[in-house]
């Protein structure tokens, strides 16, 4: 493109800028070209009527010209985009899957004899600050065995699956936990203020191409305080055999942005049998 259509392009958007409508911009043209064509006119003892028209027929085409040309350039840039988003695509964007649903815990040890969970569990320090759990706890019992939870029984399972064309290793994503003050109140109770906003990783090693090898895990939340979760919509990921590290979109089916954890009525205490698991 020719840089002095490009200049033109330029001044005449921000011409229209300037101005609060573009139209504007063609009265004043009109306007100037009937006091060239009346000076014209005077000085030369033309007919004044002949040149205005003369006049406003170049400046007309000159609008189009530059009009034609802009919107053009215009079209160009957002086609460049357009490709440019399609080439920083992923190909696995939408091919994991992470679902969260209400759930209640296993009251009986599965056959896998284990469980993993993402326990909220926040400690107001003497400054003021915060300490919180990270990574994600093992519960680990014998299988059929049952299980008490302390009267903490419900929550939230979280389920990941690959179904994507290739193994996926090291995978990580993040929830953002919004900690509030729980409020009782005469009818129940509210959240209050909030106290603290974190986020929790969670990586997990290796996701098979099969909804039957799907990661699972549960939340739980073990303080005082109330728990807003964000749900994430991208992760980082590797694909087994390359060292390329990618940042993909997740699927969900349930199209949650987040969800909500009441606070533990006992006070603050660990899951039994439960091992903690920092990555």
Known sequence: MPGWVRWLAHKYE??????????????????????LSGLWAWLKNYDALAIFIICLVVLVLIIFVVDTIMRWMRQHEEDKKKEADAKSQSSLD?????????????????????I?????????????????????????????????WNGNDHGYKCTVTN???????????HFTI????WLKTATGASQG????????????TALKQDAAEAFE???????????????????????????????????????WTGFFLPPRELPPSPVPGGVGRDW
């Open 94 to 114: 939408r091919t994991i899957s992470l679902e969260v649903a209400i759930a209640k815990f296993p009251v009986t040890v599965p056959a896998s004899g284990v």
């Open 14 to 35: 921000a011409a229209k800028g300037w101005f609060e409508h573009w139209h504007f911009i063609h009265f004043l043209w009109v306007g100037l070209a009937a006091a």
């Open 163 to 173: 179904y994507g064309p290739k193994v996926v290793t090291n995978f990580r994503t």
């Open 193 to 204: 203020e909030l106290k603290n906003t974190y986020e929790h990783s969670i990586a997990v």
């Open 178 to 181: 919004g900690l509030r003050e």
């Open 116 to 148: 993993e969970y993402l326990a909220i569990h926040a400690q107001e320090n003497q400054d003021g600050s915060y300490s919180h759990s990270i990574g994600l706890g093992l519960r680990i019992g014998t299988p059929g065995e049952s299980w008490d």
């Open 217 to 255: 895990f549960y939340f739980m939340n073990l303080s005082l305080l109330s728990a807003d979760v964000v749900i994430p919509t991208e992760c980082s990921l590797q694909v087994m055999g390359e060292a390329e590290r990618r940042t993909v979109k997740l699927m969900s089916q349930t199209k």
